[in-house]
């Protein structure tokens, strides 16, 4: 199947994405914000939709769209946290935009798909580059976040009384996650965003891994998954999303009946 100049571009953007997923997911996870990801997704959505009526790219109204959604997340801070009724209004009023942008869009039915479920066949040279892009930067604004991020996160009172500021933090936090959001629909799709991003991180939190192993084993897991799914569609001819879903579900409990075990021992 590498003798397909398509499949080696579904290989790299896999791995560009995963490798970033992986470990922004463990913070998502460990900081308790994994919905935020999945509402992220859907503002993305409209902000892809719209770039496509605007005949722009796909991935960059859907990194506009996402970084504007997480910037607002974050300045509004507490204030939502928990009004999953304003929350559930704002994923609707993104969906519906979207679906406004698409009714205008020529070829509907094919770019709804591919944004919904996921085209990582279709990934151009063009959009690989930009995925490798994003992905360097991503990785080294969570490399230059980590240490403070993982004291925020812990011990958020003793932080900020250390000098980190806990509400740019998150903020910073969550432009990374509208990113790597963006950067995950293009394998995953969008209403699948929470598989690659949180499932990889759960199964490694669930082993109580310390931190730089449980980044590391985490991004590990995440190209496992995405790698692993392209090798089972090529063999079964059933979406890469579907195979990605059932490993990360298949993981999750496997850590947890694992760890389980470990403890009754």
Do not use: K
Not at 38 to 63: D, E, I, Q, W
Not at 179 to 205: D, K
């Amino acid at each position: 199947m590498l003798h397909y100049e398509f499949m080696q571009i579904a290989f790299l953007a896999a791995f560009l994405v995963a490798m970033v997923c992986g470990p922004v997911g463990w913070f998502l996870v460990l900081r308790g914000q994994t919905f935020a990801s999945h509402a992220l997704s859907h503002v993305g959505f409209a902000g892809a939709t719209g770039a496509l009526l605007l005949g722009l790219s796909p991935l960059t109204g859907m990194a506009g769209g996402t970084l504007a959604g997480g910037l607002l997340m974050g300045l509004a801070g507490e204030r939502i946290a928990g009004r999953d009724v304003v929350i559930g209004l704002v994923l609707s009023l993104a969906l519906g935009l979207g679906a406004l942008f698409l009714h205008f869009f020529t070829h509907a039915a094919g770019a709804s798909a591919a944004l919904l479920f996921g085209d990582i066949f279709g990934v151009s040279w063009s959009v690989l580059t930009w995925l490798a892009a994003l992905s360097m930067l991503s990785l080294a604004v969570l490399g230059f976040l980590s240490r403070p991020l993982l004291f925020a996160t812990l011990q958020p009172e003793l932080a900020e009384a250390r000098g980190v500021n806990l509400r740019v933090m998150g903020i910073l936090f969550l432009m990374l996650v509208a990113i790597t959001t963006a950067e995950c629909a293009q394998v995953t799709g969008i209403l699948l965003v929470f598989t690659l991003m949180v499932a990889p991180a759960a199964a490694v939190l669930r082993l109580g891994l310390p931190p730089f192993a449980g980044l590391l084993c985490s991004a590990l897991l995440a190209v496992t998954e995405a790698w692993a799914g392209l090798v089972l569609s090529w063999y079964t001819n059933a979406p890469v999303s579907f195979w990605i879903v059932l490993m990360g579900g298949v993981f999750f409990v496997t850590a947890e009946t694992v760890m389980r075990v470990v403890r009754r021992a």
